[in-house]
């Protein structure tokens, strides 16, 4: 029996490596089944999305904070440590309840292990926060998918409304190879009774989303149609925009999170809260954009040099940052320190940074799943460019190599994202 939290982050770890991605829903039912079924009688908010879930949580769960209601949230992967996957407020599970939760769970492991059914890492995680909020009691449940949506593991929730923020290619291995067989993957969040809000404004992708909405008999709201944005302005703090979506119209809604990508989320975030919340305050929503935040996405962590870091774990997301640094940072130049897992699309994500880099410093950090520098040099064609395999040691050197008019970005892997940050962190203080 684990008896603290050092050794559940190994428990985890081995976990992952004996069993993996598993997908699929019967050992998940049969988890909660034996648990008592913590999750039936929660309200959810389900959101699911290629990129964007943790933010357009983010704004929704800070509105409605706003409006003085008891919120809890389930994301993934966390940044710095597992606590952070399951919060009530703003207030990560604690350690000890963290433990009791586990251990209320390991006979039920044990005992599904046994069969041969054994329960993966992300179901054990994602059942003990059910038991978890179940205890605590909350007004709402925000719940991220973890990948894809129809067959992931979260996907045993009736919710009152679905999300999906967006689609690019991810995990073709998993979810399909083309825009059209990932929605309908993420499309299977979308269930009898909880109307589909969708970010997706691609032809391909979209048309599928909106066919599925129709096939259960539920309402669908896209961004660019039925949702709106207008009048979007940058500022020195951040951006501003106005939102009309029904009966719903605000001006100028400030916030401090940056990229035309967020001002999108913030506008799905603020037409969720409206449908589940009658009568919701602008005062709320105008509080929440404001102060809604999200670690490791075009988050700066020094000044000088200047320093962005940024979860960019794709080819979208890399787009999406290479266009806010263009728009926040037009006359700098751009040095990039990368590295990613081996299952991702490096080589696409390498050749979208090469464009824009001035400089681009591979590394690696230690993970079954990590790709090696060497691969990743390999696959880089930027004639000003290096290898570094110490990811510490790249980040020195990238520091010493940042002058005036440039921008060091650290991007790539949000496992990587989460030691870097923390490296940065430890030698200044913002």
């Not at 029996?1 to 982050?9: H, S």
């Not at 923020?165 to 979810?175: K, R």
Request: net charge negative; aromatic share 8%; with cysteine.
């Amino acid at each position: 029996m684990v008896t603290d939290m050092n050794e559940i982050n190994r428990f985890f770890e081995e976990r992952q490596v004996q069993l993996g991605m598993n997908f699929g829903l019967s050992r998940m039912e049969t988890l909660l089944a034996k648990l008592g079924n913590p999750h039936v009688g929660l309200k959810y908010i389900h959101i699911a999305g290629s990129n964007g879930k943790g933010s357009t949580l983010q704004f929704i769960k800070e509105i409605l904070l706003a409006e003085g209601l008891r919120v809890a949230s389930f994301t993934s992967p966390y940044l710095i440590r597992l606590n952070e996957q399951v919060k009530i407020n703003r207030e990560e599970i604690s350690d000890e309840d963290f433990v009791s939760g586990f251990q209320e769970l390991w006979p039920i492991v044990q005992e599904m292990d046994g069969e041969g059914n054994g329960p993966t890492q992300f179901e054990i995680l994602t059942a003990m926060a059910f038991s978890y909020f179940s205890k605590k009691g909350t007004d709402l449940v925000l719940l991220e998918t973890g990948l894809g949506g129809r067959l992931d593991t979260t996907n045993v929730v009736k919710p009152l409304l679905s999300i999906i923020t967006s689609i690019s290619l991810e995990h073709t291995n998993i979810l399909g190879n083309t825009l059209g067989e990932i929605a309908f993957e993420k499309a299977g969040i979308i269930k009898k009774g909880a109307p589909i809000i969708s970010g997706v404004t691609t032809e391909e992708p979209a048309k599928v989303i909106e066919e599925k909405a129709a096939s259960v008999g539920v309402p669908y709201y896209q961004i660019g149609k039925d949702i709106r944005v207008q009048a979007i302005k940058q500022n020195k703090l951040g951006q501003s925009f106005s939102f009309l979506f029904q009966d719903t119209s605000i001006e100028n809604i400030e916030m401090h999170m940056l990229g035309a990508h967020q001002i999108d989320n913030a506008a799905l975030a603020i037409a969720a809260v409206t449908m589940v919340r009658n009568n919701i305050h602008e005062k709320s929503i105008r509080k929440g954009i404001a102060e809604a935040q999200w670690n490791g996405r075009f988050e700066k962590v020094s000044e000088s040099p200047l320093i962005i870091i940024d979860g960019a774990h794709n080819p979208a997301g890399i787009e999406v940052l290479l266009d806010t640094l263009k728009t926040r940072y037009p006359e700098y130049a751009y040095k990039f320190i990368f590295s990613s897992f081996r299952d991702k699309d490096y080589a696409k994500m390498l050749s979208l940074l090469e464009k824009e880099a001035s400089e681009i410093i591979v590394t690696e950090f230690t993970h079954e799943r990590a790709a090696k520098a060497e691969l990743l040099y390999e696959h880089c064609s930027k004639e000003k460019r290096s290898l570094e395999k110490d990811w510490r040691k790249a980040i020195t050197i990238g520091e010493e190599k940042t002058g005036d008019r440039e921008v060091l970005v650290i991007t790539g892997s949000l496992h990587f994202l989460s030691l870097a940050r923390e490296f940065v962190f430890s030698g200044r203080n913002l």
